[in-house]
């Protein structure tokens, strides 16, 4: 018997709720792998809701989140903060849940007066439509002019692109430049150097503000790329637990970022028709929305194989990797392979930089391979590497080599003269 039905008939006769769409959304939530306490505490929730919206002769077409708020408040008295926090959350989702299987009213977004939302959106629009961006770019983008927008519209009252000067956008990327580190000055000059231009083909500014914006000087191949020992990272891959799901599941991420040097969104946008079992490939979607195929080692195939299998589950995402509680979707976002290494590194007791994370495979494998020969060309395939320049910076790591053709030091004593 499945966890609904069970819930169900243990809390009495059904009500209205449960009678049109509590039973529903409860095999929603018995799909996406919700334990079946859960949803037991999640229907008594609901039901309590319900019972005290018809106390108040209101109907169920009323239920919006301003109710949901009102009956959590009148009730949090004799709740803890935890029952507070499972109960907003509960009946948030169920409301998602009815107005998007339902037919329960989606409150119309209050129009905003104001040019900032319009034009976020817009931008928003032109970035992933025309320019191709993918949806991480988007998101590195976007907050940075967010905030431009509410700044200045916090100095003028609104936001008139019209009105902007070079002298306005100079000052606003002076003032939040001051005490940052050069990455992020680089990435919000980038970002309003692409918004500025944005508005002058859109025609909302007369002339191209974007050269107002000064070039963030950052010097190539300035520094050694972090990487790990092939020891260590063997130990990092030793140390997670096989005898848990969620220890295998790690365990196959780690192996696809350290055996093919994949990137974080790489892993996370893996899905289960990229993994070619038969012809032994994997294809990879990689940066620019390219897909390329990379060989499926041994050890990899078989920690995939496993996960799949043993551990994966069903679920409606097509997402290889799906999280370990419910919802049953796929990982967030690359954050969430970040999370995964820095738990692993921890683990090892391996000492690495905390802001590479994911990436630090990558450059482990680079590190590894240019130390045994390989070419910067060869290096570039297997990274994929759009551009060789990426790859130059791994000739620094070639510590040995470079001693080779380094020139002796003068040692001249003072006054050979």
């Known amino acids: 018997m499945r966890a609904d039905t069970r819930v169900a008939s243990e809390a009495g006769p059904p009500t209205g709720l449960a009678d049109d769409h509590l039973q529903s959304f409860l095999k929603h939530l018995d799909a996406a792998g919700y334990a079946q306490e859960t949803v037991r505490k999640k229907r008594s929730v609901a039901i309590s809701l319900e019972r005290w919206i018809r106390s108040r002769q209101l109907e169920l077409t009323e239920l919006d989140d301003s109710l949901i708020d009102a009956f959590v408040r009148q009730r949090s008295a004799r709740r803890t903060k935890a029952q507070i926090s499972f109960d907003m959350s509960a009946l948030r989702s169920l409301l998602k849940y009815l107005r998007a299987e339902a037919g329960l009213p989606t409150p119309s977004l209050p129009p905003e007066s104001s040019t900032t939302g319009v034009l976020r959106r817009r931008y928003v629009d032109y970035l992933r439509s ?116 969620s220890g295998r599941r790690d365990h196959a991420i780690l192996l696809l970022l350290a055996r093919l040097g994949l990137r974080a969104g790489e892993v ?84 690495a930089p905390k802001r590479v994370a994911a990436h630090l495979f990558r450059h482990s494998l680079a590190t590894q391979m240019i130390r045994r020969g390989a070419s910067l060309a060869e290096i570039s395939e297997v ?35």
């Open 130 to 245: 025309e320019r191709g961006l993918a949806e991480n770019s988007i998101r590195v983008y976007e907050p940075y002019v967010r905030d431009f927008l509410g700044e200045v519209a916090a100095v003028s009252g609104s936001v008139s692109p019209a009105d902007l000067a070079p002298e306005t956008v100079q000052q606003y990327l002076l003032d939040q430049v001051r005490g940052r580190s050069c990455q992020y000055s680089r990435l919000l000059a980038a970002a309003l150097r692409s918004f500025l231009h944005f508005l002058f083909l859109r025609g909302e500014t007369t002339l191209d503000l974007s050269p107002s914006i000064p070039m963030v000087r950052t010097w190539r191949q300035a520094s050694v790329p972090a990487y790990v020992s092939p020891e260590e990272i063997e130990r990092v891959l030793s140390s997670t637990d096989l005898s848990t799901r």
């Open 268 to 351: 996370v946008a893996l899905e289960l028709g990229d993994i070619r079992w038969r012809t032994g490939q994997i294809i990879v979607r990689g940066k620019g929305r390219v897909r390329e195929r990379l060989p499926l080692l041994s050890d990899v195939g078989e920690a995939l194989a496993g996960y799949l299998r043993s551990d994966r589950g069903t679920s409606a995402s097509r997402r290889v990797f799906l999280r370990t509680w419910a919802p049953r979707t796929g990982l967030t976002g690359p954050a969430a392979i970040g999370h995964v290494v820095r738990k692993a590194l921890a683990k090892a007791a391996v000492r």
């Open 383 to 417: 990274l994929r590497h759009r551009c060789r320049n990426s790859t130059a910076i791994y000739a620094k790591v070639a510590f040995e080599s470079l001693r080779g053709v380094a020139r002796p030091w003068p040692d001249a004593e003072v006054g050979d003269e």
